[in-house]
Structure formats: structure tokens, C-alpha cells
Nanobody, 127 residues
């Protein structure tokens, strides 16, 4: 059973940076394509970024491109989402998701492609 756990959320001021981590127990994250999503109150879940199993391919939604960076640390069995220049509209619950059975360089943007989800971590950006 794959369990994903997010950490690193919190309350920050606009313009600040925050790095979220996605880790797992009982599995290797390199077995999974990993994506980051967020959901703000009253809004649908939004795709943010995804990284291939190899860690060499990434894809971002336009709203975070240039501000957010997704990366892998194989030694720590973790995937990170570094978020810079945070805005009040970035306030949401951030979740990581994992998809198994994908090739080494594949990416997934659709939430329905993912098999495993963490419980999420709250990010609040005050203006």
C-alpha cells in the first residue's frame, strides 16, 4: 500500500517562499510519476506540476510557471514543490499524487490518472 505524505505547509506573507515535500513509506517514489495539485475553498482541484520517474521531465500549469519548481531527491525518496513569490491566490490545500505503471519519462496532468493521494497540507498566504 502506497501512502503519500505532504509536509511543509504553513502561513506566510505575500512574496515569501515555501517548499513542500511529498514522501512515502513502503514504496519508492521513483516508481511513481508524481504530481502536485491544490484546491482552494469553493474551487475545483487544480493541477500545478508533474515530474517523471526519471526526474528529468517536468510540466507546469501556466499560473505557476516560473514561480514553482518541482524536483526529486532520490536519496531522500522525496519530491518537492518549491514555491516562490507567493500570492494570496495561492492559498489552498496542496496535495501530492502518485501514478504507478508509467514509463521512465512519462508525465501526467490529469488528476484522474493518479492512483495515490496524500491528505494535503494547508498553505495560507496573507496579503
Amino acid at each position: 500500500q502506497v501512502q503519500l505524505v505532504e509536509s511543509g505547509g504553513g502561513l506566510v506573507q505575500a512574496g515569501a517562499s515555501l517548499t513542500l515535500a511529498c514522501t512515502t513509506s513502503g514504496s519508492l517514489l521513483t516508481d511513481l510519476v508524481v504530481g502536485w495539485f491544490r484546491q482552494a475553498p469553493g474551487k475545483e482541484r487544480e493541477f500545478l506540476a508533474t515530474i517523471s520517474r526519471s526526474g528529468t521531465a517536468t510540466y507546469y500549469t501556466d499560473s505557476v510557471k516560473g514561480r514553482f519548481t518541482i524536483s526529486r531527491d532520490i536519496d531522500k525518496n522525496a519530491v518537492y514543490l518549491q514555491m516562490n513569490s507567493l500570492k494570496s491566490e495561492d492559498t489552498a490545500v496542496y496535495s501530492c499524487a502518485g501514478r504507478g505503471g508509467s514509463s521512465w519519462f512519462m508525465l501526467h496532468r490529469d488528476q484522474y490518472d493518479y492512483d495515490y493521494w496524500g491528505q494535503g497540507t494547508q498553505v495560507t498566504v496573507s496579503s
